[in-house]
Nanobody, 126 residues
Framework: QVQLVESGGGSVQAGGSLRLSCAAS????????MGWFRQAPGKEREGVAT???????EYADSVKGRFTISQDNKKNILYLQMNSLKPEDTAMYYC????????????????????WGQGTQVTVSS
């Protein structure tokens, strides 16, 4: 069973930066797709970025040029570097995993992922 534990959330002012981490365990397959999703109060969960074991990366348009997804495959840790944060980035951020490589549309498809972390809160004040 895949286990995902996020960390690194917090409160920052607009224009600031945060780096989220997701420690993954409980799987041995070589091909996987992982992603960051977020959910603001009263809104649906939306994709932020995805990356697979071949390092194919996709970003949501809203974060392109500001956020960077990366992974340390040896340590099984997924990262999300968030720069130039805006108040509209305020949300609970979730790490997700699915076996197999990412398709380009996975960043828009919450239902493609079958393992989720508990989330870490990011709050950006103006």
């Amino acid at each position: 069973q895949v286990q995902l534990v996020e960390s690194g959330g917090g409160s920052v002012q607009a224009g600031g930066s945060l780096r989220l981490s997701c420690a993954a365990s409980g799987y041995e397959h070589d091909y996987f797709c992982m992603g960051w999703f977020r959910q603001a109060p009263g809104k649906e969960r939306e994709g932020v970025a995805t990356i697979d074991s071949y390092a194919h990366i996709e970003y949501a348009d809203s974060v392109k040029g500001r956020f960077t997804i990366s992974q340390d495959n040896k340590k099984n840790i997924l990262y999300l570097q968030m720069n130039s944060l805006k108040p509209e980035d305020t949300a609970m951020y979730y790490c997700a995993h699915v076996r197999g490589l990412c398709y380009s549309w996975y960043v828009e498809k919450v239902d493609e992922f079958d393992s989720w972390g508990q989330g870490t809160q990011v709050t950006v004040s103006s």
